[in-house]
């Protein structure tokens, strides 16, 4: 059997259910392939007002508000040890005048919308299964299913995660690593309010996260050596809760941690490419960087948006060198400008080397101490090029 399409997603994550949805909502014909999504994923993702902007209008917000936490106010704490330490920094959305910069939504929640939108979808044929095999030529993609179907489109949207078979038959290099940690990842509930803000703490060993949720309850994603989070990991919940307490020195007040906890390897990954020979790259396919600020999935609803923007300017062929192009200049300095900086910071906590402990001191201190540099970043944090745009409209 021969799936006709104008375009083919391959990849069931947030990304790749959003691309098929809105792709599909545009008047183009729509395969996805991928497994059924993972509704048991326990994390939670931060999304930052226009991530949240992209999906009300896709219709999906009201139906994410009841579970998901605001994020009114964002901490960076040193909590290192070392002799030159940062101030605290707390960055306020009054002070740029939003109520919020974001809400933070369980995984599972965000993944169930969008799977019953795109089952919904009469523009998307959906295929639980995934791609076996990809043959491009000129003026086509094949993708060959598991299943023993195939999918001709003319696009291909990658959004198969970090190790991409589609960017692999595209012939899309990528620069990878490990970053030598690993991330913890749970829920706990705790004692005194989270007032609706996070905290990051920075370590030696990475950040130290706390993101709200709703009513008195917060997300943790620790980042740290992996032998310490297999440690950690294996401990009894009540262990593992007084542990988690002493970390945030208590500022919750006594933490019980909720059973689900899990443990993910870091690295970070960057294609020489971010779309070519009939594929776009989006997602995880196109950027890895440590969970630091906020940025992964946020950063990949923007790889959705431009490759939208993208294929409806070239509605006539979407995967034609000329749109592959586009959307490849398009995207190449938000990404950039991303993951360098997630890394830097990254690099820069795991570093002993004092002239770099300085430069990090130095930058921190001045965001805390000059409200317009501030609200610059924070503007920025939202959106590349929204800071700098309010500077230049003044």
């Not at 006709?4 to 790749?16: C, L, R």
């Not at 609706?196 to 980042?223: A, I, K, M, N, Y």
């Not at 991303?338 to 130095?362: E, G, K, Y």
């Amino acid at each position: 059997m021969k799936i006709e399409a104008d375009i083919v997603v391959a990849g069931t994550g947030p990304v790749g259910l959003m691309s098929a949805l809105s792709l599909g909502r545009a008047g183009f014909r729509v395969a996805l392939a991928g497994p059924p999504a993972n509704l048991a994923d326990r994390r939670t993702t931060a999304l930052m007002k226009p991530s949240l902007d992209f999906l009300d209008e896709l219709g999906l917000l009201d139906a994410l508000r009841t579970d998901a936490a605001p994020l009114k106010v964002m901490r960076i704490a040193d909590a290192t040890q070392r002799l030159l330490r940062s101030p605290v920094v707390t960055f306020r959305a009054s002070e740029i005048g939003e109520d919020y910069f974001g809400l933070n939504i369980p995984n599972r929640r965000l993944l169930a919308a969008l799977d019953e939108a795109v089952s919904a979808s009469k523009s998307v044929e959906r295929a639980e299964t995934t791609v076996s095999h990809w043959n491009i030529d000129a003026d086509s993609i094949e993708a060959e299913l598991a299943d023993g179907r195939t999918v001709s489109a003319r696009l291909a949207v990658a959004a198969d995660g970090r190790m991409s078979p589609a960017r692999e038959a595209a012939g899309i290099t990528v620069s990878a690593g490990s970053t030598g940690q690993s991330a913890l990842v749970l829920d706990f509930a705790h004692a005194r309010p989270h007032n609706d803000t996070s905290t990051e703490f920075h370590t030696e060993d990475g950040p130290f996260t706390l993101v709200p949720l709703s009513g008195q309850r917060s997300s943790l994603v620790w980042v740290t050596r992996p032998h310490r989070a297999e440690e950690l990991v294996r401990l009894s919940d009540d262990e593992l809760s007084l542990i988690v307490e002493e970390r945030m020195q208590s500022m919750l007040g006594r933490v019980i941690v909720e059973p689900g906890r899990q443990v993910f390897p870091l690295s970070s990954a960057l294609p020489r490419r971010f779309a070519a020979n009939r594929v776009a790259l989006v997602g995880e396919a196109a950027h890895i960087f440590p969970p630091i600020g906020a940025q992964g999935l946020n950063l990949g609803i923007r790889d959705v948006e431009s490759l939208l923007d993208t294929a409806m300017r070239h509605s006539d062929d979407p995967g034609s060198p000329a749109a592959l192009s586009a959307y490849d200049r398009r995207r190449r300095p938000d990404i950039l400008a991303r993951s360098s900086a997630v890394n830097m910071l990254n690099r820069s906590l795991l570093s002993d080397m004092l002239p770099v402990q300085l430069m990090r001191t130095a930058g921190l201190s001045l965001l805390g101490a000059a409200p317009p540099l501030r609200a610059l970043f924070m503007r920025e944090g939202l959106r590349t090029g929204s800071g700098f745009g309010s500077v230049f409209r003044v």
